[in-house]
């Protein structure tokens, strides 16, 4: 699955010198949290030394949420409705 917003090379780099924890890792945490939850974004936030990973999804009621993890610690952050 493509990660939007931070540049590919950067993520690559960011994982490969372990500054970040891989997609597969926030995607299993996802799935455990939402077993019927389907991904429709993922994007990687690169501000201020920080890394968040936001997933837009399609819950299983329907709803679509934002979810955002620590792309460097994999922790959950948190979830909102999403604007769009």
Not at 10 to 31: A, C, Y
């Amino acid at each position: 699955m493509p990660i939007a917003g931070a540049d590919h090379d950067e993520v690559r780099e960011l994982h490969e010198n372990e500054d970040i924890v891989g997609l597969e890792q926030i995607l299993s945490t996802f799935h455990q949290r939402y077993p019927d939850g389907r991904v429709l974004e993922v994007e990687l936030e690169c501000e201020d030394d920080e890394h968040i990973y936001e997933l837009e999804i399609l819950g299983p009621s329907g709803e679509v949420r934002e979810l955002r993890f620590d792309a460097v610690t994999g922790d959950f952050l948190g979830e909102e409705d999403s604007d769009d």
